[in-house]
């Protein structure tokens, strides 16, 4: 079977922490494939609310995702602090993709932190009216 990958461009242009919510957690008792969309959502909406932009406006036009890959590295539980950082790649007129970084914060501050995800979204500007 094919498997996705992913790496994680440079530089960074976006970072922002977020905290797993009990509302992201599966049966499994760890963070499930939707709570980390959910979070990957938050954290994009975060990143053009920082441009003064909103999803559905940015610079007069809105957004739609055309895709979206997530590889998984490792498991998160609630309560657990995530980094997710962005980085924007091949800018073009009417799209962009978006890359994130989605690592655990450690308590220890020389401990590396451990990567959860690194995902991507193609964003097309769109628009509606």
Excluded at 27 to 34: C, E, F, M, S
Excluded at 65 to 73: G, H, P, Q, R
Aim: proline content about 2%; charged content about 20%; overall charge negative.
């Amino acid at each position: 079977m094919s498997r996705v990958e992913l790496d994680y461009p440079s530089p960074t242009h976006f970072s922002r922490q977020l905290a797993v919510r009990i509302s992201d957690i599966n049966y499994g008792n760890h963070l499930g494939h939707d709570g980390m969309i959910t979070m990957l959502h938050e954290a994009r909406v975060l990143f053009f609310r920082s441009f003064g932009y909103e999803e559905w406006d940015v610079d007069g036009v809105g957004t739609l995702l055309a895709d979206l890959a997530i590889t998984y590295k490792n498991e998160a539980f609630y309560g657990d602090l995530l980094n997710i950082d962005i980085s924007v790649q091949d800018i073009r007129t009417k799209s962009c993709q978006l890359y994130y970084k989605m690592t655990r914060v450690c308590d220890e501050q020389s401990a590396p932190r451990q990567l959860i995800s690194i995902a991507k979204t193609g964003v097309v500007f769109f628009d509606f009216n």
